[in-house]
């Protein structure tokens, strides 16, 4: 019954590759979120969207394009990876406006994504 | 702009002693404050906040902050430190109109030896 879950938890693929990471909450939550953690462990959020509403996009390169069918899930496609792509990606979901109202954010695991 | 700061990349504590983690944090308005944890090759697992009201919040695992206004800190604190306590720790801060996010400081590294 995990509460926000992610997969691939490892990927490892080459350069100029098309990848895509899934993710699924089932907290019923209204929001979902995309986090980048790089290798100095740094996180720093690329999207988040509200029922299905992209809400914030964080200058990322358009390369990246995420993808809500649902407000249960919020998928994340990679085009044309390069190696400075490689990082751990965490999906995230909390109530309504996130964070600004106070509500607390739940991560998944997280998934590794090199790049070779 | 916002902005979260921990100031000490590693924390070393010999188990059974207290820990402090520190945090700082500049924002316009009232600040949301959270502490995170995460373990290696792990998720973030949520620890505390502090929305409104008392300024000492008690979280999951023992772990307790103060959130202190004027000096715009919000120090994470445990009284006896268990060597499973080891990790890493992220703070960070969220106010109105910032569209939900949280901006995240860079992370302290708890190691707690027996």
């Known amino acids: 019954d995990t509460a926000v879950s992610q997969t691939p938890k490892y990927l490892v693929t080459q350069m100029g590759n098309d990848k895509s990471i899934k993710c699924e909450q089932n907290?019923?939550?209204?929001?979902m979120y995309w986090y980048k953690q790089d290798s100095k462990k740094f996180l720093k959020i690329m999207f988040s969207y509200n029922n299905k509403e992209l809400i914030i996009n964080e200058t990322v390169p358009n390369r990246f394009s995420p993808k809500s069918p649902d407000k249960a899930h919020l998928n994340l496609h990679i085009n044309s990876l390069e190696l400075g792509d490689s990082a751990v990606y965490f999906c995230?979901?909390?109530?309504?406006?996130?964070?600004?109202?106070?509500?607390?954010?739940?991560f998944g695991e997280g998934s590794w994504l090199t790049v070779v | 702009a916002q902005s979260v700061a921990q100031p000490e990349d590693q924390v070393n504590v010999a188990e059974g002693n207290p820990l402090t983690v520190k945090c700082t944090y500049s924002?316009?308005?009232?600040?949301?404050l959270f502490w995170y944890v995460q373990y290696p090759n792990r998720g973030l697992q949520f620890l505390l906040k502090y929305i409104t009201g008392d300024n000492l919040v008690k979280g999951s695992y023992g772990f307790e902050a103060e959130f202190n206004k004027s000096q715009t800190s919000f120090h994470l604190k445990k009284p006896s430190a268990l060597v499973s306590d080891s990790a890493l720790y992220f703070c960070a801060v969220s106010s109105l109109n910032q569209g939900g996010k949280l901006i995240f400081g860079q992370g302290t590294e708890l190691s707690v030896k027996p």
């Open positions: 924002v316009s308005g009232n600040p949301y």
């Open positions: 907290l019923g939550h209204d929001t």
């Open positions: 995230a979901s909390s109530q309504d406006h996130g964070a600004s109202s106070g509500n607390t954010i739940y």
